[in-house]
């Protein structure tokens, strides 16, 4: 059954139109959107998909197939933020963008809505983003609103911020809003510029594999949001706004003056956000160059960053790596927020096959629950099906 014909069956009357959000994999470049740095994203072929029909009397209605509950009924005029929802409840992100829609002066007179989503929650695919940014199409469509895909993504951006209070940077909604089949979003997060890079892997005989070790994270439970304060406070330290600010060929620099702060940790975060950005970089000076299996070691150098000097990794993203790599593959990293979630692993095509069995095969020698493995294949931004 479709999701039209659910909402149909759930409403009584038929969506005025369906729409399609994907979730992403991070390429390259963690914890740098909200420094205001570089990062890499593509989207996933896994999507958030919703039903909607306009209201005109203030009423919201919100459900989705993915979840055994009743229809949430709220007003559109009356949401405040975590009121209604305990956080990361799922109606949040839906709910959030309406309040963050009518915050901006937008007229939002009540929806119908309905969704289901095939993007795994808690593997670090940015299922919440999926749907903030489904939700942000449609009602951009629906009442006419005439807002751009960045414009749509700091709306979504705000929702999971002031609404659902996850201090998140702005990849997740940007890759979700606008990414292009075939290609990696190279976004400067201070502008919110985009370049949309080439990235067909299948004509070079590569592929990215996506390894969901099935750990969940939690990104509210305050791990990321102490992070995000430590690179905060060492911008200031360092007389900068933002650690994008920060030269990578002055980062030693940067890092002695740093050297007499009590937090230890600040120093860590600064170096790994300046490398990382720098690591982007790299990347992409290869991919212009076609030397496109020449990222995989700078894959594993991010990973080795975010284990020790963001130390946001956890044994099971560490063991993919580390069986991915000792298999033949040409690089691999965590990619995401961390603590669970997944890796990403560049392998030759031949070889993809004798990897996931290798990474598998790891994950039961150490009792870890099996990993999902899938190819990443660089897919459409949020678009209407219907």
């Known amino acids: ?71 949430a009924e709220l007003r559109a005029d009356g949401l405040t ?30 929806a119908d809505v309905h969704l289901s989503s095939t993007v795994p929650t808690g593997a670090g695919l940015s299922s919440s983003a999926a749907l903030e940014v489904v939700t942000a199409l449609a009602l951009n469509d ?14 979504a951006q ?5 609404f659902v209070r996850v201090p998140c940077g702005i990849m997740d909604q940007m890759a979700s809003a606008c990414a292009t089949e075939g290609h990696v979003l190279h976004l400067d997060c201070r502008d919110l ?59 030693p620099d940067a890092l002695a003056k740093l050297a007499d702060l009590t937090d230890e940790k600040v120093v860590r975060y600064v170096r790994h956000v300046v490398s990382d950005d720098h690591r982007v970089e790299r990347v992409i000076e290869l991919l212009d160059a076609g030397d496109v299996r020449a990222i995989g070691p700078v894959l594993t150098e991010g990973h080795v960053s975010l284990r020790d000097d963001l130390r946001i990794s956890c044994a099971e993203l560490d063991l993919a790596v580390e069986s991915a790599n000792a298999a033949g593959a040409l690089g691999a990293r965590m990619t995401g927020g ?38 990443a294949v660089p897919s459409p931004g949020a678009h209407r099906l219907t």
């Open 1 to 71: 059954m479709t999701v039209a014909s659910q909402f149909s069956d759930l409403y009584g009357y038929e969506p005025e139109g369906v729409w399609a959000a994907p979730g992403r994999v991070n390429l390259i470049g963690e914890y740098t959107d909200f420094n205001e740095g570089f990062v890499m994203p593509l989207a996933l072929p896994h999507t958030a998909v919703a039903a909607v029909a306009r209201r005109t009397d203030g009423v919201l209605r919100l459900h989705s197939a993915d979840i055994d509950a009743p229809i």
């Open 81 to 110: 933020p975590l009121s209604e929802f305990g956080q990361g409840g799922w109606a949040a992100y839906l709910a959030g963008v309406v309040w963050a829609l009518r915050e901006a002066g937008h007229v939002i007179t009540g």
């Open 142 to 155: 629906l009442f006419e609103l005439g807002l751009s895909g960045p414009e749509l993504a700091r709306i």
């Open 158 to 162: 705000r929702a999971e911020n002031d």
């Open 193 to 251: 510029s985009v370049r949309q890079v080439p990235f067909d892997l299948a004509a070079q005989g590569l592929r990215l594999l996506v390894v969901d070790t099935r750990v969940k994270h939690e990104l509210g439970d305050g791990a990321y949001a102490e992070r995000r304060a430590g690179c905060e406070a060492g911008a200031a330290a360092l007389g900068v706004s933002h650690l994008r600010d920060v030269p990578y060929a002055e980062l």
């Open 338 to 375: 961390g603590f669970g979630g997944s890796a990403v692993v560049l392998v030759e095509e031949a070889d993809a096959e004798a990897v996931t069995k290798s990474v598998t095969e790891a994950f039961a020698t150490a009792g870890f629950t099996p990993p999902r493995v899938f190819p």
